[in-house]
Structures are given as C-alpha cells and as structure tokens.
C-alpha cells in the first residue's frame, strides 16, 4: 500500500489527484466540526463529555459513526453520510420492486444517470427529516437525557430551529458534491472515502480514551483489532471463481469468441448493508425507549431491559440474526442467477460441465447459497465482537474496532489502493506504447 502511494505521489497527474483529495478530505473535517449557527457551544461541549462516558451516545451510534462524532456536536456536517447511504439502500431495494426503476436500471449509464438524480432528492428528504428530528430531541433535552443544560441559544425561536435545519440540510447537500468532486477529480470512489474518513476520525479520542483509563484493556483492544483487520483482509479478497467458455462464433468475416474467464464471486458479496440494516432496526427500540422514559407501558419495559442495550443475550441473538437474514436477502436481490445465465447464454458462453440456461442459473444459485452461508457468518461474527467485548471485557461503549468501522476500512482502503494501482499500469503501459 505504501509503495502505490509512493509510486503515485512521484507521477505528476496522480499526485494532484492525491493532493485534490486531501484538500476535498480537509475540508470535510472542517465542516464536521465547524458549530451551526444557534448552537451553545460550551453547554453543548459539557454534554457531549458527559454523553460520552454514559450510555447516552448508543442511543444514535450508528449515525453518530458515519458522521466521525459530528452528530452529537450538532455541526453543520452533523448528518453525514449517512442520509445518502440511506437512500442509495433504499433506491437499490426499489429497483427490485418498482418495474419502472428496473427498466432504468437495463438502460445503462443513461438510466443509471437517472436512478443517481433520484437518490440525490431522497437524499435531501431524508436529511430535511432526520435534521429536523435531531433538533427537536435537542431542543426537548432528549439528545442528552442525562444533561440540565440547554443545547440551543433560543430553543423557543422557531426561525433560528427552521435555518438550523436548513444549514444541516445543505450540509448534506455538500457532502453529496464534494464526494461527487473526488470522484471526477480525485482518486478512488468519493462517497467510499467520505466514509472512510468520518469512520477513521473518531479512532484516535476514542483509542485515548481506552488508553487513559486502562492500559492493559488498551493493550488487548490493540491486539483484538489488528486480528480483525487481518480477518477482515483475508475473508474480503476471498472469493469463488467460475471458470466461464465463450464458443468461437463468426460475425461477418471475423471470428469472436473462443477465450476463457471466471465469474468472480465473492465470499462476502453483500458488503457491510446487512449490517447497516441491522443495526439501524435494533436502533429504533432504544430510540422508543429514550423517547417514553416516564410510560409505564409494560412493552416498552421489556424493550428497554432486552433490547435497549447491547449486553443481554436477546439483543445480541436478535442482531446476529438479524444480519444473517440481511446477508441472504440482499445478495438475493443484487445478484439475479437466471439474468446472468441469459446474457452468457446469449454472448455464446457456457460453464464447463454445466448445460446453458437453466442449469447453469441452477448452478449458480447453489454455489452463491454455499458462499453466503459463510459469509453471514463471518458478518455476524466481526459485527458481535465489539458487544462482546463491552459484555464481557466492559470496554468503552464506543469500541472503536467495531465490525462496521473495520469493514468500512478495509474495503474501502483496499479498492483505492487498487484504483491507484490501476492507473499506475496504464501510465506505464502508455509509456512503454510512445
């Protein structure tokens, strides 16, 4: 990794697209951490410091993790990415359903163009909404229960609430060009490294944090996240290869075909989404809970006991479940077995030993169901450690090698590195063609 980075910073284009990234990545930071206007910064500090040693923070984890610890500090890039990583999981799930959305997607970059155009709209609805939701919790005092002091300068002006919402709302706006800049302009896939960044900002307090108060669980957490990373490093490059023919065929007075290749299927082919999914239905009942403290009602009582923490037996059974499910469900819907048996029935290709059509997309849903069963597994096993070790080992609420960090990391470190590397090989064979 190091050598492409050195590699690329000695070629003059690359090295500006290195250069347009850090500056893009450095203003990102800038607006994470940059106060909204009509925020009490000092009361707002005291209560994130307080929030951060309760329980409090769990309550909005996984928003509060895709936005790099900007949420609770209520800044302009409070929302993050995490609007836009919303709406792309819902717009992939509506091209299954709404036939309309799946003919766009057939059309190629022209209705890929268009589904992008509705994501950005959702995009902005959904941050209008959650905006607008986190305001109200704060300006209530429910964004940190646990706080007396007010968060707002005047939570009684409803004009100052209206423009507080309309500035986190065109932060996500923001966010949504900047990752579109680093894409055209820079290197790698700018959403991913938007991610990335927020993910990897909030290592080095919460590292510190476990430093300052336990050195030898500091010590153990070091140890237990460079044996996830490595994992994480192996089970993502590893995948399935199905050998693929393509017969000769004669187009005019040219013969095509008659090469050989490989589907390439990976053993976690559904990313980190099942986690996402899961961890932001278990976030619902601790949000139910944090909004009905006073209710009496017995359901919300057995929520708040099982379900409202990560350290019962019901939560933790329930979230392994829960990704498994996801892992099945959304490599079921991203992966259609019978289209790709079609279209390499229809360009001349066939697997050796299997007949073209339905057999071979017969084939191919057993070899993907044999695939997924271990990678559900391997989600669910990386996503419970960090429970496990807050269950058993009392770490920091807030562990910092979690199972959604470590895959966001890895995956996205090791497809920039590949792009880098990529473009490398093509200047050189540009060089070796002059």
């Given at each position: ?391 058993v080992a009392g770490a920091s609420q807030n562990f910092p090698f979690g199972g959604t960090s470590i895959l966001i990391m890895v995956g996205v470190g090791l497809d920039t590195v590949k792009q880098i590397e990529s473009q490398l090989q093509q200047r050189n064979y540009e060089g070796f063609l002059r």
């Amino acid at each position: 990794m190091l050598t492409a980075f050195t590699r690329a910073f000695r070629t003059p284009d690359l090295r500006k697209k290195l250069l347009f990234t850090l500056g893009i990545i450095a203003l990102f930071r800038l607006g994470s951490v940059l106060p909204t206007p009509g925020v009490h910064v000092q009361n707002l500090a005291a209560c994130f410091d307080q929030a951060r040693a309760g329980e409090t923070g769990n309550i909005y984890g996984m928003v509060q993790l895709f936005s790099g610890g900007a949420l609770l500090k209520l800044s302009v890039f409070a929302l993050g990415i995490m609007p836009y990583i919303t709406a792309s999981i819902i717009l992939q799930l509506l091209v299954v359903v709404i036939p309309r959305l799946e003919a766009l997607k057939k059309e190629g970059q022209a209705g890929q163009t268009k589904i992008t155009q509705y994501t950005r709209y959702l995009t902005i609805g959904l941050a209008v909404l959650q905006s607008t939701a986190f305001i109200a919790l704060a300006r209530t005092g429910q964004l940190f229960p646990n706080c007396q002091q007010d968060v707002l300068l005047d939570p009684d002006n409803i004009f100052g609430i209206v423009t507080m919402v309309i500035i986190m709302t065109a932060g996500t706006s923001v966010i949504m060009w900047l990752g579109e800049l680093i894409t055209d302009r820079g290197v790698g896939n700018g959403m991913s490294i938007l991610i990335f960044t927020q993910v990897v900002a909030v290592f080095p307090s919460e590292l510190a944090n476990i430093f300052q108060a336990n050195k030898f669980t500091f010590a153990v957490v070091m140890v237990v996240g460079i044996f996830m990373i490595a994992a994480v490093v192996f089970v993502e490059q590893a995948q399935r290869r199905i050998p693929v023919q393509y017969a000769k065929r004669m187009v005019g007075r040219r013969m095509y075909g008659g090469t050989s290749t490989y589907i390439p299927l990976k053993v976690n082919q559904a990313g980190i989404i099942p986690v996402i999914f899961a961890s932001s239905l278990l976030y619902l009942p601790q949000l139910l809970t944090s909004l009905f403290q006073t209710s009496d009602n017995a359901v919300i009582a057995w929520i708040s006991q099982n379900l409202a923490t990560g350290d019962t037996p019901i939560y933790m059974a329930t979230f392994f479940l829960l990704i498994i499910f996801f892992t099945y469900f959304y490599v079921s819907i991203t992966f259609n077995p019978p289209e790709v048996a079609d279209n390499m029935k229809k360009y001349g290709g066939f697997i050796p030993g299997i007949r073209p059509g339905r057999p071979t997309a017969e084939y191919l849903s057993f070899v993907l169901n044999r695939l997924t069963a271990p990678g559900a597994l391997y989600l669910g096993l990386i996503s419970m450690v960090p429970i496990v070790a807050l269950a058993v080992a009392g770490a920091s609420q807030n562990f910092p090698f979690g199972g959604t960090s470590i895959l966001i990391m890895v995956g996205v470190g090791l497809d920039t590195v590949k792009q880098i590397e990529s473009q490398l090989q093509q200047r050189n064979y540009e060089g070796f063609l002059r």
